[in-house]
Nanobody
């Protein structure tokens, strides 16, 4: 089984940046698209961004489009999320996961092997 570990979260002021990383325990994840989700207290887990196997094709939630950039380095078994122009509403636990679909899903049920999450807090 593949284990995913997120890192890079922290406390930043609005307008600041953070770079999150997701490290996989095995190269098997290179055969799958990858996604980032986030979940605030009392909220449903929501889609943030995903990247296909080629490391070029990406898609984003409207709320982060133009501010966040997802990338992957299959040689390093990592997926990253560069978060710029952060807003207080971006505050949440951020999770990476392996896509189980081949159709560009945004649904939680179509992803698996969830990491433990890393907390991002944005102050005003």
């Amino acid at each position: 089984q593949v284990q995913l570990v997120e890192s890079g979260g922290g406390l930043v002021q609005a307008g600041g940046s953070l770079r999150l990383s997701c490290a996989a325990s095995a190269r098997t994840f290179n055969n799958f698209a990858m996604g980032w989700f986030r979940q605030a207290p009392g909220r449903e887990r929501e889609f943030v961004a995903a990247i296909f196997l080629n490391g070029i094709s990406t898609y984003y939630a409207d709320s982060v489009k133009g501010r966040f950039i997802i990338s992957r380095d299959n040689a390093k078994n990592t997926v990253n999320l560069q978060m710029n122009s952060l807003k207080p509403e971006d505050t949440a636990g951020y999770y990476c996961a392996i896509s189980l679909s081949n159709w560009g899903s945004r649904q939680t049920r179509d992803f698996g092997s969830w990491g433990q999450g890393t907390q991002v807090t944005v102050s005003s």
